[in-house]
């Protein structure tokens, strides 16, 4: 390898800060207790399952030699069945292998990618760590070490495979890169992932036996159904299975909850060895930055598959992502250094607005703010080689292509389909981008929303004498409205799943001020109002804002035309749009199944009668009203009066007519589609012709 990409060990690491902590000592002796008490309960279950099947075939052998009778004969059987079954339960889920299986996942080797072989060989002597057995790729920004678990895994030592995420190579820089891979092999360092492979096993065989039994329920109806005595001692196998359920439910939250706190550990232990060869302020660098760069692979993700629908395919994933990400870096201001964008900590931690905080005991990773403390004591900093790590990958071009074919391996290409690489994804991605965005002036105010315009009288705001200046109404404080209210309501959801009991949390801090679970009634309360209030002033900004440009305009009629026309279609769209989701509701049983005849026929009679004259209805006045003509959708605009005309039965002789259900909820669904995108062009063209009427 090229000693000079592989960036210098941080001067004065001192390995004392690598030492085990007391809490992490703590909680491997909470796990190693939970599992001792796991294994305690389950074989106490096995040598009552053991004695059960002994009772069991003792006592139907002799029935069956005393009384030599076909009954007595399936009683016998009965029971052997019965000891033997729950036998096979406690035992059968031991020995299976957990394969970790990616169908996205590639191999590559060592003579195909010689300089990342050795980096990697370098890094596993810095950090004192066995090299992998495989090295696999995958098109996601992640990293992670995994092997194929089983009942033996627990006992004997198992090699670990390296798995690294092109979508993080193509995010971060070397140094960023070699503290996610010192980070994976602090992971291959710690003796608790023995434990963790105990506790894995352990967690797969309750969760086998409480949720994997497709097999053995079939095996038990086979039986049942072989005579209405052995249904009986089916039943029987199946009680008892249910309560062998209900302690391993017990025992799977139990040996969990230990286990998540010691994952918080074993994250903070391997920081600490990324920290030592690689610098903790690259460690945090790197998390702050894949964090963006996840959300820009989703979306290049996302904008394939709008292409996908176009009949067109991407060449490469990993150039889209960089678009994305490039895009992203230009809305928020950030430099780009190395062609990637300064990610910091403090960006990061800008977008967190909640009020709410909790300790989450069923997390398993900490938060970026509690690997940052941990990183900032350990205080072990390395200067940023801001180079990218493609330039260990051989090629790197044609494998970030073989990557995103394997991608497509599921989708199944319409004859003709086209295929479009990363200069023709950044045309398209920009000028869609641009067709969505918003003046710039307006500083965010009207993002991610649409003006609560429907019950405006427009003459009683014309009359207000309240008046702002542009700079009182567009400004960074009022920009931030829109997301305050979305924080709002997720705090809201957050408070209202404790109270509901969907999250175990005992007590949670609010806005500063430690709570118990008991104060939540009050805390909804609060925030409800606050949700409101800030709804309130922003409704009140929407109305003054109107009238500022009303007042200035050299064509105030311009002005309210455009308030006026786009206030028509939201009711449109809302009206509409509310009788589509009544619909679709009404008609979902009709595909989840299980319906009376009578059920079935009231449904129809409610489509009939209400629904398909109401859309029919609605149909006609979109066209009459010119919100759908020919030139925007032909297609739509020609099916739309060919549904009107036709008289759908929707069930004929007991089957139901596919076609005509599929038209009458697709029609539905597209002409929905259609006027959201004419309710968005409305919307924006309203805010750019008051910027310059």
Not at 644 to 664: A, I
């Amino acid at each position: 390898m090229d000693n000079n990409l592989y960036p210098p060990a941080p001067a004065g690491s001192i390995p004392e800060k690598l030492v085990i902590s007391p809490a992490f000592r703590k909680q491997v002796s909470s796990v190693a207790g939970s599992i001792f008490l796991f294994l305690l309960v389950y074989l106490l279950l096995v040598a009552a399952a053991i004695a059960l099947a002994i009772a069991c075939c003792w006592i139907g052998l002799s029935l069956i030699i005393a009384f030599p009778k076909f009954i007595t004969l399936l009683i016998g059987l009965g029971l052997i069945g019965v000891g033997i079954s729950v036998l096979v339960f406690l035992f059968k889920f031991i020995f299976a292998v957990a394969r970790d299986e990616n169908s996205q996942r590639i191999e590559i080797t060592e003579a195909e990618h010689p300089q990342l072989f050795a980096f990697i060989r370098r890094l596993t002597e810095e950090t004192r760590t066995p090299f992998p057995k495989k090295i696999f790729l995958t098109p996601d920004v992640n990293a992670a070490v995994f092997y194929n678990s089983s009942f033996w895994s627990m006992f004997l030592p198992v090699r670990k495979n390296l798995q690294i995420g092109l979508g993080l190579v193509n995010s971060v820089n070397i140094s960023e890169f070699k503290a996610v891979m010192a980070h994976e092999f602090g992971h291959f360092s710690q003796r608790s992932m023995k434990l963790g492979s105990f506790t894995y096993n352990v967690n797969r065989v309750i969760h086998n036996m409480l949720y994997e039994n497709n097999s053995y329920t079939a095996f038990l109806n086979a039986w049942g159904n072989l005579h209405g005595y052995l249904r009986f001692f089916a039943g029987i196998t199946v009680k008892i299975a249910e309560g062998i359920q209900w302690i391993l439910r017990g025992m799977y939250t139990f040996v969990n909850r230990s286990y998540q706190a010691l994952s918080r550990e074993m994250e903070f232990h391997a920081d600490a060895v990324a920290a030592s060869v690689a610098g903790g302020n690259n460690v945090i660098s790197a998390l702050s930055r894949s964090q963006v760069a996840s959300s820009c692979y989703a979306r290049a993700l996302d904008t394939a598959n709008d292409k996908l629908r176009q009949n067109e395919y991407s060449r490469n994933i990993f150039s889209n992502q960089l678009t994305v990400l490039r895009s992203m870096a230009d809305d928020y201001g950030l430099p780009l250094k190395s062609g990637l964008p300064e990610v910091s900590y403090s960006f990061i931690q800008s977008f967190s607005i909640s009020r709410i905080n909790y300790k989450d005991q069923w997390a398993s990773h900490p938060t970026l703010t509690e690997r940052k403390e941990h990183l900032d004591q350990v205080g072990i900093e390395a200067t940023p080689d801001s180079r990218s790590p493609w330039l260990l990958f051989d090629h790197p071009e044609a494998l970030q292509e073989k990557l995103t074919k394997n991608l497509y391996r599921e989708v199944k290409l319409k004859e003709n389909a086209q295929e479009y690489d990363g200069a023709a994804f950044e045309t398209w991605y920009v000028e869609k981008k641009r067709s969505y965005a918003f003046p710039n002036e307006y500083k965010g105010f009207y993002d991610n929303r649409y003006i609560q315009i429907n019950d405006w009288n427009f003459s009683e705001i014309e009359a207000s004498q309240e008046t702002l200046t542009f700079d009182q109404l567009f400004n960074e404080e009022t920009g931030r409205l829109q997301s305050s209210i979305g924080g709002q309501e997720n705090d809201l959801e957050t408070v209202n799943a404790i109270n509901d009991g969907r999250l175990d949390v005992s007590s949670f801090d609010f806005d500063g001020v430690k709570y118990s679970s008991d104060d939540t009634p009050t805390i909804i309360g609060t925030l409800k109002k606050d949700i409101e209030t800030t709804a309130d002033r922003q409704r009140a900004l929407d109305k003054q804002a109107y009238r500022f440009f009303l007042d200035r305009a050299a064509d105030p009629e311009l002005i309210r035309n455009s308030y006026r026309a786009f206030q028509s279609i939201c009711l449109h769209s809302d009206e509409y749009e509310n009788l589509v989701n009544a619909m679709l509701k009404t008609v979902e049983p009709f595909y989840t199944g299980g319906l009376t005849l009578e059920q079935l026929n009231g449904i129809l009679r409610t489509i009939k009668e209400q629904y398909e004259p109401d859309l029919k209805k609605a149909y006609r006045q979109l066209i009459d009203d010119g919100m759908l003509t020919k030139e925007e959708n032909e297609k739509l605009y020609d099916a739309l009066p060919a549904f009107s005309e036709k008289d759908y039965r929707y069930f004929v002789d007991g089957k139901f007519q596919n076609n005509e259900l599929d038209e009458l909820r697709g029609l539905a669904i597209q002409t929905a589609e259609h006027l959201h995108r004419r309710k968005f062009a409305s919307y924006k063209r309203l805010l750019e012709q008051q910027l310059s009427a």
